[in-house]
């Protein structure tokens, strides 16, 4: 069981580096005036959701394992589980969100600024610690 917890914590991590970095191609992309510059960023925001898109199906798998194999999180006193199912289900939204951005950045439909790609790259930062919060408090 420690192996399948360390491999999904350390897959966590890289999902999240994923997320972290991507908006920040954003807020560069936002702010691009040749389109040379635009088809590296997009080329590069491309390459990185999908490696960490394959990241997140892993690591998902790897939680699942504990949860459904092993028991963590199950029965009565873990409602911190299902708190961190909800925020686990709004960082894969979030991801998917990253995925429509890119799209309407490659298709030249992106109308938002970079000021708001610079509040967007906020969320994973405060999703990650509400869900460490619970895992490690065990709050409920």
Not at 14 to 19: I, S, T, V
Not at 89 to 117: E, P, Q, W
Request: contains cysteine.
């Amino acid at each position: 069981m420690l192996w399948v917890k360390t491999f999904h914590i350390v897959l966590i991590a890289a999902w999240f580096a994923g997320l972290f970095y991507l908006p920040r191609i954003y807020v560069n992309l936002a702010q691009s005036q040749t389109a040379e510059t635009r088809a590296c960023l997009i080329g590069m925001a491309s390459r990185l959701l999908r490696f960490t898109s394959i990241i997140a199906v892993v690591a998902f798998l790897f939680g699942l394992w504990l949860f459904m194999g092993y028991g963590i999180g199950m029965g009565p006193g873990n409602g911190w589980m299902h708190a961190k199912i909800v925020l686990v289900l709004l960082v894969i939204g979030y991801h998917h969100a990253c995925y429509v951005m890119l799209r309407k950045f490659r298709d030249g439909r992106n109308t938002r600024s970079h000021v708001f790609y610079r509040w967007f790259n906020e969320v994973p930062v405060i999703l990650l610690l509400a869900i460490v919060a619970l895992v490690v408090i065990k709050p409920f």
